[in-house]
């Protein structure tokens, strides 16, 4: 699905994050699976992820962030008739956990759902959300990204642990008078579903024991590199823009290597380029709230700055918006 927008401009007018308090550095990962910190910080970029403890799920993380995301945009729960979550480690099936932020924000005339689409979940979810909103079904939405893959992981696999972190974003998004998004690209490609994929996880019989996230790293990394590429080029082509108009850059950040690819590949400036792997690891569809809340925080998204992101993962799928930013604009 590609397609520049038309409609009504819709922005983000609010945004917030949250990570557990809990840091696991390499050197904390080297003490549980054979590996170390040259090797993880050459092979991924990553430092240090943050990690969930044993009481702590989704919605705990996942609700500071959505009232720092609504204290942002200067409204309340009950301004919100839209909500949605994009997970894979919802606290359960159900309720929702878009459901339990709803009660516990008070967004009392909300329609609100999960969306599962692996790591691009946040992607596929803020593009729901334009839809709905240009089409003025929706006035006002938050959608939330984020996962707690520690709960999924297999923790003597040191393929897996050393990738992965937890945290949460949220974004407010309504009509805005100047901006907004300018079109979205998502894709699925369920051929190569095998090489990330969670066994034992639904209604599909498992014979194992081992129900953990699996992944084959090298196909995954290889499909990264290539539709990190592919599907930037797409929606800059699609919305009449190069990537020399891009302002800043927000690639998911699944591993600095991918990252540095795309970079180059693209033409892109690194400058440009929002990189925190390194503090927080693949938080899956927390990574790109995670980021432009790091990109705004150091002073990149000021108003009218171009902005690429650019997400993919389980499915697998990807997916990538163009949004002109814009402070304090809303309706
Ligand atoms: O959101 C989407 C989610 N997933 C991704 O984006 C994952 C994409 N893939 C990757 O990021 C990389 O493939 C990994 C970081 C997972 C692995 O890096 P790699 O450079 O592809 O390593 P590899 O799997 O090719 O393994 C290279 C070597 C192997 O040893 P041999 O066979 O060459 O002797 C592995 O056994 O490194 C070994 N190895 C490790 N060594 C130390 C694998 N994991 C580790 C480890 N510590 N944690």
Redesign the pocket.
């Known amino acids: 699905m590609i397609g520049a927008t038309t409609g009504p401009r819709v922005g983000i007018t609010g945004l917030g994050t949250c990570v557990p308090e809990q840091v696991m550095t390499n050197a904390d ?1 080297a003490k549980l ?4 910190d040259e ?2 910080v050459e ?2 970029g990553i430092k240090e992820r943050r990690i969930a403890t044993q009481e702590e799920a989704l919605s705990d993380i996942a609700l500071p962030a959505s009232r720092a995301a609504l204290a942002d945009a200067g409204v309340e729960g009950s301004d919100i008739d839209l909500l949605i979550v994009a997970t894979v480690t919802p606290d359960m099936m159900f309720p929702t956990t878009s459901a339990i932020l709803a009660d516990e924000l008070g967004a009392t005339s909300a329609g609100a759902y999960d969306l599962l689409a ?3 979940g946040f992607m596929y979810a803020i593009a729901q959300a334009y839809g709905l909103l240009a089409s003025g079904m929706s006035n006002r939405a938050l959608v939330v990204g984020g996962d707690v893959l520690s709960k999924v992981l297999d923790w003597t696999d ?7 972190g937890d945290g949460a974003g949220a974004v407010v998004m309504e009509r805005v008078e100047r901006g907004g998004f300018l079109g979205f690209e998502l894709g699925a490609d369920g051929t190569g579903g095998k090489h ?1 994929w969670y066994p034992g996880s639904g209604s599909r019989h498992y014979d194992g024991s081992d129900s953990f996230m699996k ?7 290889k ?2 590199t290539r539709v990190m590429v592919s599907s930037a080029r797409s929606i800059l082509g699609q919305c009449g823009k190069t990537v020399d108009d891009v302002d800043v850059y927000v690639p ?1 950040q ?2 600095k ?2 990252i540095d690819h795309a970079v180059a590949k693209l033409g892109i400036a690194p400058e440009k380029t929002v990189v925190n792997v390194q503090k927080y690891g ?1 938080t ?1 569809s927390g ?1 790109i709230p995670l980021a432009l809340a790091d990109a705004r925080a150091d002073g990149r998204l000021s108003d009218g700055k171009l902005v690429l992101m650019t ?4 499915g697998l799928t990807w997916g990538s918006a163009l949004i002109e930013w814009t402070e304090g604009a809303a309706q």
């Open positions: 990962l699976v054979d590996t170390n090797w993880i092979r991924t692996g790591c691009t040191r393929s897996t642990v050393v990738l992965f990330l992944m084959n790293g090298r196909e995954v990394f499909f990264a998911h699944a591993n290597r991918i693949n899956s990574s997400g993919m993962g389980a």
